[in-house]
T-cell receptor, first 108, second 113 residues
Framework: GQQLNQSPQSMFIQEGEDVSMNCTSS?????WLWYKQEPGEGPVLLIA?????ELTSNGRLTAQFGITRKDSFLNISASIPSDVGIYFC????????FGAGTRLTVKP | NAGVTQTPKFQVLKTGQSMTLQCAQD?????MSWYRQDPGMGLRLIHY???????DQGEVPNGYNVSRSTTEDFPLRLLSAAPSQTSVYFC????????????FGNGTRLTVT
């Protein structure tokens, strides 16, 4: 099946530090996406990537669509306490599959 | 603009009971899907639909039925609930089944005792 391997599973960082997480798959995807989920809510889209090699930024967030179309990474620069949450990568062809998530904790 | 609306927010069932989780979207999205979220496992696709009258299975379809009689609604049915179906269920929709991002509802937390 279309399994996505996301790492790390969790991160504990100090406010102001940069964060990096990534996602790999044995399958090719046409679209890679990154979502953030906070307690009691559904995932919210952060960044969508549509082309192999694409590098896209959204404020302090930067994500890249791997050239092989089998991987993607998300970087968060200068983390702040409200960055706390679970970050999910997702790959989409017809349906959408998700990684297991990276739980981010930011210490003030 | 309500987006994706799921009801109920919480539900407790006894083993063997049946129920329907409701999902409605007002964005005229063709594509709708159901996921379940369990600790440490991310979101797993149960069923999806690329348009009214069309449904297909995802990764974990057993024990669940869906139908898509209108563009707006995509209910998920549990015919005979089991404790293994205790989970948080999310409905999501998008413009198409291609590269469009999914928009999620706020989830239904289901407990089966």
């Amino acid at each position: 099946g279309q399994q996505l391997n996301q790492s790390p599973q969790s991160m504990f960082i100090q406010e102001g530090e940069d964060v990096s997480m990534n996602c790999t798959s044995s399958s090719i995807f046409n679209t890679w996406l990154w979502y953030k989920q906070e307690p009691g809510e559904g995932p919210v889209l952060l960044i969508a990537l549509y082309k192999a090699g694409e590098l896209t930024s959204n404020g302090r967030l930067t994500a890249q669509f791997g050239i092989t179309r089998k991987d993607s990474f998300l970087n968060i620069s200068a983390s702040i306490p409200s960055d706390v949450g679970i970050y999910f990568c997702a790959g989409r062809n017809n349906d959408m599959r998700f990684g297991a998530g990276t739980r981010l904790t930011v210490k003030p | 603009n309500a987006g994706v609306t799921q009801t109920p927010k919480f539900q407790v069932l006894k083993t063997g009971q049946s129920m329907t989780l409701q999902c409605a979207q007002d964005m005229n999205h063709e594509y709708m899907s159901w996921y379940r979220q369990d600790p440490g496992m991310g979101l797993r696709l149960i069923h999806y639909s690329v348009g009214a009258g069309i449904t297909d299975q995802g990764e974990v379809p057993n024990g669940y039925n869906v139908s898509r009689s209108t563009t707006e609604d995509f209910p998920l049915r549990l015919l005979s609930a089991a404790p293994s179906q205790t989970s948080v269920y999310f409905c999501a929709s998008s413009y198409s089944g291609g590269g469009s991002p999914l928009h999620f509802g706020n989830g239904t937390r289901l407990t089966v005792t």
